[in-house]
C-alpha cells in the first residue's frame, strides 16, 4: 500500500477509461478510492493520501431528446382533435401543452401560474422561476386562441369555490399539480412514433432548440427559459448543430 501514490491512481483510472468504462463509472470508483485512502491515512497505514488530489473525468452530458417541428404538429392536432367537443379538461390539456411549447417555461412555474399572469393583448406571460425571479416571456397565437378557448370555454366548467385564482386547475377544481402536468405530457408524448422525447420537460427542450433553429439569440433564448447561466442556455446550440449535420449527411450525396 505505501506504492500506492498518485500517478499510479491516475494511471489506474485512465487504464478503465481507456477500456471504455462510462464516465459515472469511473466517477463513483474515484469516490470509492478517495474514501479508502482517506481511511488508511487515519489508520496510519499510509504517511500521506495521494487520493485528496485524485479527479475523475467530469460526466459527459446527455443531449437533451426533442421533438421535429412535423412531430409538435402531431400533437397539435391530436390536442385539437380531443378538445373539439369542448371537454373541460381536453381544452385544458390543450392550452398548457400549447404554452408549455411557445414559452419554453418549466411544469412547476406552469402550475404556479394565474389568471391574470396572463397579459393577452401583449401575448405575453408573467413567469416566477427559480429564485423567485420573475420574467416575461411572449408567446404566439396558436397558444394564445388555445389560452382563450380554455378560460372561455373550459376553466369555469371545472372551477370550486377554493379554486382561487389559478390558471390552471384539475379535475377537483383546485390549482393543477405538476404531477398532474407531468402525466398529461407523458400520455401524449407516448404516443408520437419515433422519438425518445417524454414528459414536459422535452417541450421545454424542443421549444429552446426551435428557437436556435430558426435563428434566435442565445442571450434571448436564455431569458426566455430563465437560465442564470448562459453555459446552460449553449447545451441547446450543440443539440441544434447536431440536427444539422445529422440533415446533412442523411442528405447530401457526398457527406
Known amino acids: ?30 469516490a470509492a478510492a478517495r474514501t479508502f485512502m482517506a481511511w488508511a491515512f487515519r489508520e496510519e497505514l499510509v504517511a500521506e493520501n495521494p487520493a485528496q488530489r485524485l479527479k475523475a473525468p467530469r460526466r459527459q452530458s446527455a443531449l437533451p431528446e426533442v421533438l421535429q417541428r412535423r412531430q409538435m404538429e402531431q400533437l397539435f392536432e391530436a390536442l385539437s382533435d380531443q378538445a373539439a367537443e369542448g371537454d373541460p379538461v381536453a381544452l ?35 413567469v416566477l422561476g427559480k429564485g423567485n425571479k420573475e420574467r416575461t416571456v411572449p408567446f404566439g397565437v396558436p397558444a394564445g386562441t388555445a ?79 430563465g437560465h442564470t447561466s448562459l453555459a446552460t442556455t449553449q447545451l441547446y446550440t450543440h443539440v441544434s448543430v447536431e440536427r444539422l449535420n445529422s440533415s446533412y449527411r442523411q442528405a447530401h450525396p457526398r457527406a
Open 1 to 30: 500500500m505505501t506504492d500506492i501514490d498518485l500517478s499510479v491512481l491516475r494511471s489506474w483510472l485512465g487504464s478503465m477509461n481507456t477500456a471504455g468504462m462510462a464516465r459515472a463509472t469511473l466517477a463513483r470508483r474515484a
Open 92 to 126: 385544458r390539456d390543450r392550452a398548457m401543452v400549447e404554452l408549455l411549447y411557445a414559452t419554453g417555461i418549466r411544469v412547476s412555474e406552469l402550475a404556479g401560474l394565474d389568471v391574470d399572469d396572463v397579459d393577452h393583448d401583449r401575448r405575453a406571460v408573467r
Open 147 to 225: 389560452l382563450d378557448d380554455w378560460l372561455r370555454r373550459g376553466r369555469g366548467r371545472l372551477a370550486v369555490a377554493g379554486s382561487g385564482p389559478a390558471l390552471f386547475l384539475g379535475r377537483r377544481g383546485g390549482r393543477i399539480d405538476p404531477r398532474q402536468v407531468r402525466s398529461v405530457a407523458a400520455r401524449l408524448l407516448a404516443a408520437i412514433a419515433d422519438t425518445a422525447a417524454s414528459g414536459p420537460h422535452a417541450l421545454r427542450h424542443s421549444a429552446a432548440t426551435h428557437l436556435l433553429d430558426g435563428g434566435a439569440d442565445l442571450r434571448a433564448v436564455q431569458e426566455i427559459l
